[in-house]
């Protein structure tokens, strides 16, 4: 009875280790990312950036740039603004999605021009109401190689905790057979 007591132990132990820092969710996220009213939930490009007054996050994916703007202080989302991107002398109006209450550039040529691998100094121009400010940022593309690169090492660690988490958990168990055991002999000495 002990001995299954100590695989139960086992297996709800391993299940919570297989969800550690490091696991992944169904979309390929990071669980362990920090968390906040934006957390990354895809692999593409992203940018992040903020002025006294205005935050911006966007993600590169899909065909479009989606953009969500909030003010800075309140993180109260800002919507119907007037958003322009600016990159390398292309410029483009963001369409905002009432239903999502985002931002989206799907202009192709600008698109063609994010696409590309390396790291892109974007300048977003918004207008809400009477005020208006200017955001810059980077939106860092990486290359096939930099993702494969990336996969690489993360597999390896990945593999790595696997079986570190693995060897602790079967001492563990042979730990508590010992002693499943130790208390079967001492009981039937008696």
Same mark, same amino acid.
């Given at each position: 009875?002990?001995?299954?007591?100590?695989?139960?132990?086992?297996?709800?132990?391993?299940?919570?280790?297989?969800?550690? &820092?490091?696991?992944?969710?169904?979309? $390929?996220?990071?669980?362990?990312?920090? /968390? /906040? #009213?934006?957390?990354?939930?895809?692999?593409? &490009?992203?940018?992040?950036? *903020?002025?006294?007054? *205005?935050?911006? @996050?966007?993600? =590169?994916?899909? $065909?479009? %740039?989606?953009? =969500?703007?909030?003010?800075?202080?309140?993180?109260?989302?800002?919507?119907?603004?007037? %958003?322009?991107?600016?990159?390398?002398? =292309?410029?483009? &109006?963001?369409?905002?999605?009432?239903?999502? !209450? +985002?931002?989206?550039?799907?202009?192709?040529?600008?698109?063609?021009?994010?696409?590309? &691998?390396?790291?892109?100094?974007?300048?977003?121009?918004?207008?809400? /109401?009477?005020? #208006?400010?200017?955001?810059? /940022?980077?939106?860092?593309?990486?290359?096939?190689?930099?993702?494969?690169?990336?996969? +690489?090492?993360?597999?390896?660690? *990945?593999?790595?905790?696997?079986?570190?988490?693995? !060897? @602790?958990? %079967?001492?563990?168990?042979?730990?508590?057979?010992?002693?499943?055991?130790?208390?079967?002999?001492?009981?039937? !000495?008696?």
């Amino acid at each position: 009875m002990n001995l299954i007591k100590a695989f139960l132990i086992y297996f709800l132990t391993m299940s919570a280790a297989l969800a550690a &820092p490091g696991a992944h969710g169904p979309g $390929g996220e990071h669980l362990d990312a920090p /968390g /906040g #009213s934006h957390a990354q939930t895809d692999a593409g &490009p992203r940018i992040d950036t *903020f002025s006294e007054s *205005f935050e911006l @996050v966007g993600h =590169l994916q899909g $065909g479009e %740039l989606s953009m =969500l703007i909030d003010r800075y202080a309140t993180n109260e989302p800002v919507l119907n603004g007037k %958003l322009e991107i600016e990159f390398n002398g =292309l410029k483009a &109006p963001a369409k905002f999605h009432a239903d999502h !209450g +985002d931002y989206a550039i799907d202009d192709a040529n600008l698109l063609k021009e994010l696409a590309k &691998p390396g790291k892109h100094s974007l300048m977003f121009t918004l207008t809400v /109401g009477e005020e #208006s400010d200017l955001l810059e /940022g980077t939106l860092e593309v990486k290359g096939e190689a930099d993702a494969h690169t990336h996969d +690489d090492e993360h597999g390896h660690a *990945f593999s790595l905790r696997n079986w570190a988490i693995g !060897g @602790v958990l %079967l001492a563990i168990l042979l730990v508590a057979i010992i002693l499943s055991m130790r208390r079967r002999k001492h009981n039937s !000495g008696k």
